[in-house]
């Protein structure tokens, strides 16, 4: 297997918070790594997959030590060995690093950072911040700590076991934002790559504001297909009778492309001329996630309806019931293929890109309803 590592013979690294850089002789280090280790252990521009969902769980791993006697105090732990689940706080910022990557040292800045400003912003002891160094030993990461002059907690996993119990994270650095659920932590959002530490400090504003509030599951890959199509129709139904005002029944049917949207049927089973989609769209920007609403339409084209299942604003806050009201308001009783954003007056705040993406899906639909409408036949049945 192909291995990717950001070394050279000579490798520039930042050596202090005021970024100094000075050169490093690690390159030796690095293809012995490589070699031995048969693993991705340095950051590269793709992704992963992970074995835990957003809103679900995060593993409760186990670690034999932290770095330093300091490092315990800092997460609320007596010495020794311990597990996720025994961190105090409400949020966790997990990061997962290795000592050779690059990215990693740039990231190690901002950690520090955040953890500096932790304390003016009133979140000391509520927001915690754990690194750990993935294939690096106690020594590898003490010396890390000098060179970097970083203060925050660091614990080790050398054979890589705790970095590979979360599946596939895509490299390092990696960055869980963990929520507290009573004895569990589950996860909120996750990063790979570089990340500042104002990104830092305000996605764990975010979560933290959130308190117990459940973090929704995000949408997967599979867009439409859901895996439970029981608990799909249940929705849409519920959806299409708030949006007509009565009770209806609904059948699948497919638009020009294989568009996948639901008819409204009426009380003996007629159409009604309402129709309803489920959408999934992938994020634009690689700090969000997949998002997922329900929309309804009529045979002209006119948006009947809008409601999020899973909408972000800046820093992966869902969007409130006001937020939903206001770009219902926008978009209800408009003509679908006509709808041009503007991002002064259509956004949501700080949620510019999902609202476009929603119009953007509105405008697509409408076109393969046309089309569908130039045959004879229409809209037909799912297969």
Known sequence: MATFCSCADTTPAPSS????????AVGGRCAVLALLLGTTAFAWAGGGELTVRLGKPFPNLEFDELVAPGD??????????????????????LEFFNRYCLTSWRQSLQLESLGKLLGPGGLEGKVRILSVGAGNTAAELRQFRTEQRITYPLATDPRFDRYN??????????????????????LADSHVGFYGDAELLVRARVLLGQGTAETPEAPDAEGDRDTAPAAVDAEVRAF??????????????????????????????????LYARLATRAPVCDLGHRIRFLFA????????G??????????????????????????????????????????????????????????????????????????????
Not at 75 to 91: K, T, W, Y
Not at 297 to 303: H, K, S, T, V
């Open 165 to 186: 119990d979360l599946g596939e994270p895509g490299g390092t650095p990696f960055t869980a934002f963990l929520v507290r659920r009573g004895e569990v932590w589950t």
């Open 297 to 304: 339409f009529d045979d002209g084209g006119i948006a009947r």
């Open 306 to 383: 809008f409601e999020p299942i899973y909408l972000m604003k800046f820093g992966n806050e869902l969007w409130s019931a006001a937020d939903s009201a206001r770009f219902r308001a926008r978009l209800v009783g408009r003509r679908m293929d006509e709808l041009a954003f503007d991002a002064d007056v259509d956004a949501v705040t700080s949620a510019t890109m999902s609202s476009a993406l929603v119009y953007d899906e509105l405008r697509r639909t409408a076109a393969r309803l046309r089309e569908s409408q130039k045959n004879a036949s229409g809209p037909t049945p799912a297969r």
């Open 17 to 24: 918070a005021r970024g100094r850089v000075k050169e490093r």
């Open 240 to 273: 299409l009778s708030r949006v007509a005002g009565t009770t209806v029944g609904i059948e699948p049917m497919e638009l020009s492309g294989g568009t996948r949207v639901f008819r409204a049927l009426g009380p003996t089973g007629s159409p009604t001329g």
């Open 72 to 93: 315990y105090a800092a997460l609320g732990l007596p010495p020794g060995s311990f597990r996720l689940a025994d961190i105090q706080g409400q949020v966790l910022v």
